[in-house]
């Protein structure tokens, strides 16, 4: 075809012709597209997933594994702990050394922090969605889910606070070191 319009067209538009239609052939052929990265569950859900799974395992104050039992912060820092991702022990450290967040950023995998005790921040839950936490209850004696709006838990409730940036499928840099990270 472009042979038959050079042949038809005058010599001093044959040269710009043959080029534009050089130009449209070479702007139909690209690049192979880059293969689509591999998607991974956002480790917030990762978090929640495992939470849920250690339900009805016996509450022991300062234990902190499945075999022996939890407490509040021994479920948190063993659940958290399996996503490579270091915390604090007590519930009150978590509280201290985590960025506080506002209410409207309440995701799946945060953490919710109460006074139950009479002293802030001494209990700790992970917070599932659906205004539900799983936590470890020395009132139910196991691993429970709960929810937030009932009036124990409203009255007690001090805050909310996240490990780590969890909308990235990977942990960053300053949630790995959490545990030795001061505000």
């Known amino acids: ?11 001093i538009y ?16 690209s690049e192979p597209m880059a293969p689509p990265r591999p998607v991974h569950p956002p480790i917030n859900m990762a978090v929640v997933r495992d939470a849920l799974s250690m339900k009805g395992i016996p509450y022991r104050w300062g234990e902190e594994t499945p075999h022996r039992g939890f407490d509040c912060s021994g479920l948190v820092q063993y659940v958290y702990g399996r996503h490579g991702v270091s915390l604090p022990r007590t519930a009150y450290q978590m509280a201290m050394a985590l960025p506080e ?8 995998g945060d953490l919710l922090f109460f006074n139950t005790t009479g002293k802030p921040y001494s209990h700790v839950g992970i917070y599932i969605g659906h205004d539900q936490m799983v936590h470890a209850s020395s009132a139910k004696g196991k691993v ?17 606070r996240r490990p780590m940036d969890l909308e990235s499928p990977e942990p960053s840099e300053p949630a790995l070191q959490m545990g030795h990270w001061v505000p």
């Open 101 to 108: 967040l506002e209410e409207e950023q309440r995701r799946p």
């Open 144 to 160: 429970v889910v709960g929810s937030l709006n009932t009036p124990y838990w409203s009255q007690h409730y001090l805050g909310m």
């Open 1 to 11: 075809m472009l042979f038959f319009l050079q042949s038809r067209l005058s010599p």
């Open 14 to 29: 044959r040269g710009p012709v043959v080029a534009l239609a050089l130009m449209l052939l070479a702007g139909c052929a």
